[in-house]
């Protein structure tokens, strides 16, 4: 048996590559002696030599047996879970095959409304049907945070006949809910809980992080390591407590949506991101909350700045939060956040994780360093200077769109006849395509929802802002798809 200390994908791969065989297989490259020089020289000579698919001696994701079932069962032991699905595809093929693999054509899903547009592409695929759960809104920062587990039981109390529940663990802002308590409510209807744990990988690897889906008891969980967990994007897992969920359901769906050519680059280094986490991730993270917590403290010594810290946490919906998020509202220098995220891209040659209407995210990770840190104050610290004349002394108000009701179930929405028409016009109508501002990708419509002209006037000030609208397939925004009506004939 291995230990933490070990990885044996890795090993595995690299020990292959030294070998040298003489190849006659694909990659057609070969080692990336058939490859655009420049590009090779750019990668390098120990990237290309371990860019390989999978031959007998290498495992094979689908039917994993070897090198790959050993660097799985070592993912499994570290994040607590019964087993772990390596992923080549993000986490948005995991999240997918998580629906797929609880709910047919037909099934009642409860979700949260403020998930990623890959729970909404799984909707369309699976045939589920969605039963809504308001997340709490924060009027002071404009974001969505948690459900609670009181919504989570009204909704199964609804609805007992749902076959799971579905949990972002965290936000992208790193807000938690008390997902212990949703877990132990939905069991109590043997409904399993699927986590979006995109934003969580780290929390499973420190004491001062809310509670991982696995530590919570939830059933499964799409985590993206390539996130905050040290391996390369594109790179992610899926784990599951068994139980509730067969294991063998999980793997072939999983399968039936992920390419038969699996990188080993990207498999080998979710093995070592693994090996680092098991053994290092405390120490790393205590770091990396450290930086964290001594930028808030300056940010909010800053004058016109606010960074979301724990006084947020005000409910089951917002219990516990990822420190290492610094969430920065300049609502009261009177710009908005991508305003702020294209000045510090300008003028200093900095990059967020995201901004909207209110705010910027910056993700502090083990990566950072004491002096970045200070590099990122002095920044912000110019940029309140900039607007020292125009701090609001009163809070300026937020608005948040309204949740859309839903009057067709996505997939129906998704294959019904539509007919575009200018979005200005689209009030009442209903949707076939989802709309979104990415990041964080969060639809503001999805297929079947009633368009409002709150959610429109939403959209244009998010546009007007300069913000990343995209979704429809008019990529000018203008145009929606809608579902057409059959009036009667006269
Ligand atoms: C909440 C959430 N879930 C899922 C995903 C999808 O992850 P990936 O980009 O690895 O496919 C994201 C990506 O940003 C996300 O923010």
């Not at 990885?7 to 490259?29: E, M, T």
């Not at 969605?130 to 989570?152: C, N, R, W, Y």
Request: glycine content about 6%; some cysteine.
């Amino acid at each position: 048996m291995f230990s933490q200390e070990q990885a044996p994908l890795f090993d595995g791969v690299r020990k292959h590559a030294a070998n040298k065989p003489l190849q006659f297989h694909i990659p057609g490259h070969k080692t990336g002696k058939g490859m655009d020089k420049e590009f090779s020289e750019y990668i390098g000579e120990n990237a290309l030599s371990i860019d390989l698919i999978n031959i007998e001696p290498l495992d094979d994701l689908h039917h994993p047996h070897g090198m790959i079932q050993e660097a799985q069962q070592l993912a499994a032991k570290a994040f607590g879970a019964d087993y772990t699905f390596f992923s080549v595809q993000g986490t948005s093929t995991p999240i997918m095959a998580m629906v797929m693999s609880v709910c047919k054509p037909g099934d009642k899903i409860i979700v949260p409304r403020n998930v990623h547009k890959s729970v909404t592409s799984a909707l369309i695929f699976s045939g589920a049907i969605p039963v809504f759960v308001h997340p709490q809104l924060d009027h002071k920062l404009g974001i969505s945070h948690g459900i609670t587990p009181e919504a989570v039981e009204k909704a199964l109390e609804a609805n007992p006949d749902a076959k799971a529940v579905l949990v972002i663990n965290p936000t992208y802002f790193g807000v938690a809910a008390d997902l212990a308590h949703i877990v132990e409510i939905s069991h109590r209807y043997e409904v399993p809980v699927l986590v979006d744990e995109a934003h969580g990988v780290h929390i499973h690897f420190h004491d001062e992080m809310p509670v991982s889906a696995m530590a919570a008891g939830a059933d499964l969980a799409a985590t993206s390591v390539h996130k905050l967990g040290g391996s390369l994007t594109q790179s992610s897992i899926l784990n599951l407590r068994e139980g509730l969920v067969r294991h063998e359901q999980v793997q072939t769906v999983l399968s039936m949506l992920t390419s038969t050519s699996t990188s080993y680059i990207l498999l080998a280094s979710l093995d070592a991101a693994r090996r680092q986490l098991a053994t290092k991730g405390q120490d790393m993270n205590t770091h990396a909350i450290q930086l964290a917590n001594d930028a808030r403290q300056s940010i909010n010594g800053i004058d016109g700045l606010y960074c979301a810290g724990e006084e947020i946490l005000s409910s089951e919906a917002a219990f516990a939060m990822d420190p290492t998020k610094l969430l920065v509202s300049v609502k009261q220098l009177g710009i908005s956040g991508s305003e702020a995220e294209r000045w510090l891209r300008k003028e200093k040659n900095i990059e967020v994780e995201l901004s909207d209407l209110y705010n910027l995210l910056f993700l502090i990770t083990p990566a950072d360093s004491v002096e970045e840190i200070q590099q990122l104050i002095d920044a912000l610290t110019d940029l309140a200077d900039l607007h020292q004349a125009e701090i609001s002394a009163t809070e300026i108000e937020v608005s948040i769109p309204e949740i859309p009701v839903l009057s067709l179930s996505p997939r129906d929405a998704f294959y019904a006849d539509t007919e575009a028409i200018p979005l200005t016009e689209a009030e009442g109508r209903i949707s076939a395509e989802s709309i979104m501002v990415y990041p964080p990708g969060i639809p503001i419509f999805i297929p079947g929802e009633i368009i409002s002209t709150d959610n429109i006037s939403y959209i244009q000030r998010n546009l007007e802002a300069g913000l990343p609208v995209q979704g429809l397939m008019d990529e000018s925004i203008e145009y929606i798809r809608v579902i057409k009506e059959h009036r009667a004939f006269r």
